[in-house]
């Protein structure tokens, strides 16, 4: 069984600063990782992705995250936040054979000017 | 490449009334997926097809729910007797399974509100 668990339920900053998005994961097996970024009344879209490789994974818009196996967290960051940012993003593990994702309960990401 | 496109995008129905939504998967992707995303949570997985061959359903489908995707294409999620319980965001995701690698993307969601 996984899990996955983001620390922080929301998350206020103001426009121009940084920001990390923290998230944990529990597995018995190696993961996959990902962000999605979920707009008002929208569906998921793709972030980025860890797959193997090199542990700091770029996505768009600017984001980032890292994978640490030791920790097992796949922290989200950006450096410059912009008020179009303002969205609730999911971080979600999936096992080796791939199929069901596994999401956390959301962060929302409050951007203020 | 459309992405993947759901229909309705939104629909009002009375407690104990069926209700049907369709999901159109990204062309090609052999694999798709439904989720089901109550206010405030993130998703949770329901079921998935791998072309049109159901290969798990979660705990969380109960009898009242059936899924289909006939000629491995187009997929239709069927909900019978709805409650108020039901009321929900339902996504459906599709991939292409490349060895073990995968990547699901989502449509825009049907949110369903059950009176």
């Known amino acids: 069984a996984q899990s996955v668990t983001q620390l922080d339920s929301q998350v206020p900053v103001f426009e121009e600063a940084p920001v990390e998005l923290r998230c944990n994961y529990s597995s018995s097996v190696s993961v996959y990782l990902f962000w999605y970024v979920q707009y008002p009344n929208q569906g998921l879209q793709l972030l980025l992705k860890?797959?193997?490789?090199?542990?700091l994974v770029k996505g768009i818009n600017g984001f980032e995250a890292e994978f640490n196996k030791s920790q097992t967290s796949f922290h989200l960051r950006k450096p410059s936040v912009h008020i179009s940012d303002t969205a609730e993003y999911f971080c979600a593990v999936s096992n080796n054979a791939g199929n069901m994702l596994t999401f956390g309960g959301g962060t929302r990401l409050m951007v203020k000017p | 490449d459309t992405g993947v496109s759901q229909d309705p995008r939104h629909k009002i129905t009375k407690r104990g009334q069926n209700v049907t939504f369709r999901c159109d998967p990204i062309?090609?992707?052999?694999?798709l997926y439904w989720y089901r995303q109550t206010l405030g949570q993130g998703p949770e997985f329901l079921t998935y097809?791998?072309?049109?061959?159901?290969?798990?359903k979660s705990r969380l489908l109960s009898d009242r729910f059936s899924a289909e995707r006939p000629k491995g294409s187009f997929s239709t999620l069927e909900i019978q007797r709805t409650e108020q319980g039901d009321s929900a965001m339902y996504l459906c995701a599709s991939s292409l399974v490349a060895g073990v690698q995968e990547t699901q993307y989502f449509g825009p969601g049907t949110r369903l509100l059950v009176l």
């Open positions: 062309s090609e992707h052999n694999r």
């Open positions: 860890y797959l193997s490789g090199s542990t």
């Open positions: 097809f791998q072309n049109e061959a159901q290969l798990e």
